[in-house]
Structures are given as C-alpha cells and as structure tokens.
C-alpha cells in the first residue's frame, strides 16, 4: 500500500506545495512545530534514509537547502533546523523547521495551529523563492 507521502505525489491528496522537481517535492507540514515547517521527500517510495543511494542523499539536501533558503526569507527565524526520524510515515522525509532554539525541534511541542488561508498564502510566499 502507497505511503500517505506517495499519496501526495500521484495527486490522491492535497498538499501544500513549496517546490517540485522530478526527483523531489516539499510542501508545508499540515502539523507544523513552527510557522514555515516543511517537508521534504524523494518522489520514489524507500522507507530509511539510509537506504537511498549516495545520488539521492546528496541531490535531496541540494534540494532542501534551496526550500531553507526559500523558507528564511519569509519566516523570521535564527535558522533553519534538520530533522529526520522516519518512523511516523514510511518513505524517506527531511523535516526543515524554522528556529530560533534547539528546544523548538521537538516534536513533543505544541503545534502551531494554521487555517487553511494561512497555509496558502504562506505556500504562496515561500514558493515564489524557489529557484530549481
């Protein structure tokens, strides 16, 4: 059975779409730790990082530094922190979460609370950053 994350990438479910290319795609967290927290995923379905070969590592933090950068200059915020756990859904996901303390990494926080209007203009803001 597809990944909810492959669910998003075959268009089965919406997204909240920062950037896309035809190996990757990153779009906001629907459960954000912090305004600006987004996803970023190969489109070919390998469930442990580790697992993807030495060109998609690479390619894929290439790939997430650009949505960083995209996100830095629309979310106020020390920088961008890096997270992969991986065991919530099963395909390889980096978390990019705007911080001004480590602390706000964690994912025993409260959650931010959006509204979809929040959500898409923020999309709108970031994705206008984005240079593939």
Known sequence: MPSIFTRIINGEIPCYKIAENDDFISFLDINPLK?????????IEIDYIFDNSDETLSKIMVFAKKVAKAIEKEVECKRIGIVVVGLEVPHTHIHLVPI???????????RVKMSP?????????ISRHINL
Do not use: M, R
């Open 100 to 110: 001004d303390d480590e602390k706000e990494l964690s994912f025993s926080n409260e």
């Open 35 to 43: 305004k600006g927290h987004a996803l970023v995923i190969p489109k």
């Open 117 to 125: 209007e929040e959500f898409g203009l923020l999309t709108k803001q």
